[in-house]
């Protein structure tokens, strides 16, 4: 079963404002593809073009083989588009949108019940509450079943872990990985860089282009430089120091260190400790570490050509 | 941290709605310039919490002050010597810039002339001399970030909230956001800040995380490692969570 998205030099415009630019990239039959980038990246341009919704300005878009443009209803029939926003009706009941959301593909729930079974039984027990109040996490499983109640092959999920907490996260991966299985080709973006890890293969998108396409794992071998974490006793007042320095190259806060690179291939650790000695900092411990997706992200993304 | 002054004072919190208790019992100090992490699941109280320490909502019972004013009687004090962002809520799309500066000082009673001599200063500060005249919806979303808070604290206030100050927002952008509360703390403002960023987390002088409407841990970051033996924040975060009954 053929479930590839390839898309040609796709570019979308509002008026004066270009949102995509000149976009090429195949995503692969069964595979689970992240769409990385932080908001106004054109991530939501890209799904609306890719479900149907927009026309593009140049290019095109096949999904499944299908012209996104030519025969969008083909589409609609094989593709499940979750949206950022909750777009589910909030005056139905729980089992009236999964049965609304069944009738509008012709479909029945009992024919489609062992796609959505796993997240379903999560859901059930509210099943004839109305949609409008449930709670955050119970919504995202609701339209997650309606996404998928027509069988599709391909799945777009925008920004679904978007605001909640890292529990409820690492609970819709796991559905994610569950659905997999049965072969559906999953698109999902996210702000959350930490996440690319979960994808098989992600761009890693900003301001409407593609910085890069890889697998995370290539994506972190392919950084540049040598990254140093870097420690002390003040942590602000050591990056506000490091920014002074003159081999800085990059120097970013990091969780409980500083990410550092230097302009030099030779890089000198006992000069860096006695430069940070001088300017009074104790406790000062330098390590080589391995760069990690967000270090990729800031670094594409700062590269000079790559700015505004 | 005894001998500094404390700037926000909670004991024995309460806050039930119907037999439902969003906040049970929260007990904690904040001392001024503090970095201040208020952490938890979605649904675990903590917008019910922020909403009781800036004045809006009263709680049912619990001796709570902020900035010295008491949540109960003195409510107009306390809003006048806060300032509040989130992610949602900032900055009026269709004024410019320099309405928008304008605006927030009129209300906090700044004077015209106040207002100008501070607004030329942020604008430098920021770097957006240039944008004074543009309509925020026409800025990059990180810029409208900074200036967002940097009207937040337009008026000096002694505590500044913020709620999910930084999501979506791009990774270099969200850093250079926390210089600008670094640079707040060091000015004396208390920092009091919610995010579902982990690493954030570790930014912070003490973390608290809220799970089901109580506080179970408080302490800083070093010190919430070493007490669940792991490595990073994101790990204290879990296995606090992942007991949580009301999660949404």
């Known amino acids: 079963m053929d479930a590839s998205i390839h898309i040609d030099n796709l570019s979308k415009s509002y008026g004066t404002i270009q949102a995509l630019k000149n976009i090429n990239l195949d995503i692969h039959s069964g595979e689970l593809f992240g769409l990385i980038g932080p908001d106004g990246a054109g991530k939501t341009t890209l799904f609306r073009l890719l479900a149907t919704l927009l026309l593009p300005s140049e290019g095109v878009a096949k999904l499944c083989g299908i012209d996104s443009v030519a025969e969008y209803k083909k589409i609609r029939s094989f593709l499940g588009y979750m949206p950022g926003k909750f777009s589910l009706y909030q005056d139905l009941s729980v089992i009236e949108n999964l049965e609304f959301f069944a009738t509008v593909f012709n479909t029945r729930i009992e024919d489609n019940m062992d796609m959505i079974h796993d997240i379903w039984v999560q859901i059930e027990p509210f099943k004839n509450r109305l949609a409008g109040k449930l709670s955050g996490g119970m919504k995202q499983k609701l339209a997650l079943c309606c996404a998928l109640i027509h069988q599709p092959k391909i799945l777009l999920l925008d920004e679904p872990t978007t605001g909640v907490d890292s529990v409820s996260r690492s609970e819709f991966w796991q559905m994610l990985k569950g659905l997999k299985k049965k072969g559906i080709t999953i698109v999902v973006a996210t702000p959350y860089m930490d996440e690319a890890n979960l994808c098989e293969r992600v761009a890693l998108i900003q301001d409407g282009e593609i910085l890069q396409v890889n697998s995370p794992a290539e994506i972190v071998e392919q950084f540049e430089k040598d990254l140093y974490s870097v420690k002390s006793d003040d942590n602000y007042q050591t990056l506000l120091d490091l920014r002074e320095f003159e081999h800085t190259n990059s120097v970013f806060l990091f969780g409980q260190n500083l990410h550092f690179t230097d302009t030099r291939k030779q890089f000198a650790e006992d000069e860096l400790k006695q430069y940070l000695k001088n300017k009074g900092r104790s406790n000062i411990v330098i390590e080589k570490i391995q760069a990690s997706i967000e270090d990729c992200f800031m670094a594409l993304s700062t590269k000079p050509e790559a700015n505004e | ?248």
């Open chain 2, 1 to 248: 941290m005894n001998e500094k002054e404390k700037v926000i004072r909670v004991k024995n919190m309460y806050k039930k709605f119907g037999d439902f208790t969003a906040n049970n019992d929260l007990s904690f100090e904040v001392s001024k310039g503090e970095i201040f992490g208020f952490l938890g699941a979605n649904g675990a109280g903590k917008t019910t919490a922020i909403k009781i320490l800036c004045g809006l909502s009263f709680p049912t019972s619990g001796e709570i002050k902020v900035a010295g004013f008491d949540v109960y009687t003195e409510r107009e004090s306390v809003k006048r010597n806060i300032g509040y962002m989130s992610q949602k809520f900032s900055l009026y799309e269709d004024l410019t810039v320099f309405e928008n500066i304008r605006f927030y000082g009129g209300i906090y009673g700044l004077s015209k002339a106040e207002i100008n001599s501070k607004a030329d200063e942020l604008l430098d500060k920021l770097d957006l001399q240039h944008a004074r005249n543009k309509m925020i919806s026409a800025l990059p979303l990180g810029w409208k970030q900074k200036l967002a808070f940097s009207v937040a604290i337009f008026h000096n206030p002694e505590i500044v909230f913020l709620d999910e100050p930084t999501g979506g927002v791009d990774p270099v952008t969200r850093r250079q956001f926390w210089d600008l509360i670094y640079d707040a703390s060091r000015a004396g403002i208390t920092v009091f800040v919610t995010t579902h960023y982990m690493d954030e987390a570790e930014y912070c002088d003490r973390v608290s995380i809220m799970v089901d409407g109580k506080i179970e841990a408080l302490d800083t970051p070093e010190k919430l490692k070493k007490q669940f033996n792991v490595d990073d924040m994101d790990q204290v975060f879990l296995s606090l969570a992942r007991h949580a009954t009301n999660i949404e």
